[in-house]
């Protein structure tokens, strides 16, 4: 079945004129007046009809699929929100606990010569820092892993295992390797009995890094970790 296409032209004192086109839709010169028939053997009806019949079932899919994308879309910001909320509650408390214990900058730099980190850690094993400075100039230290683990029970003939129990708590402290290089030092824990004070710290080559328990909440630990030159004797 084929389209055809009747332009209807009228021009006073120019004689009427009759052009046809046999090519697919061609064009006719623009200074044709009269009647112009221009036929295009394109797609039928039908043809067009079925084809929208037959992709309908891809169409249903199409927007099925960006319902969801929709729906994924609110849910991740429905995610961030709450994870913002979150972010300021942590903030808020460890905010509470340094003013509590007067921890001002110069203060912890006379502690903590090559820099401190302040966090808090919650059950979940979230970190949430809070402040930070820091010195080193030839370390790179990671904090993705940074967490409260589980302590080790006591195994027979090593009577150094960290003791079970709940007044126990054992910090994974951030690896650390020398700039531009690998994490050397992975996988290093301090621990302690549960409460606010000194966890201890390991030496890492001439750097020795310290961690404290600032604050215990109901939803979490604060943390403090310090650096230091290590000094031998």
Known sequence: MKLSIVLLFSSLGL???????????????SDNAGTITINCPGVSREDVAALL????GNVKVTLAKIEQC??????VGQQQASRFDEQAHWLEKIQESVDRLNLNPERLLA????????????????LFPYRSKTLLEKYDVDWTDVGIVTPKCPVPGLPNAMECGPN????RLPDIGLKGGPKV???????????????????VNDLEMDSEILALREDGVVFLVGFNQFRRF
């Open 185 to 203: 030092y992975k996988d290093m824990t301090t621990g302690g009995t549960r409460r606010p004070g000194p966890l201890g710290g390991v030496v």
């Open 70 to 75: 929709n729906r994924g879309i609110k849910d």
């Open 111 to 126: 502690r903590y010569r090559l820099g401190y980190v302040i966090f808090g850690v919650d059950y979940r094993n979230d």
């Open 168 to 171: 126990q708590i054992v910090l």
């Open 15 to 29: 004689a009427q004129q009759f052009a046809t086109t046999s090519a697919p839709c061609s064009p006719i010169a």
């Open 53 to 56: 019949k037959q992709n309908q």
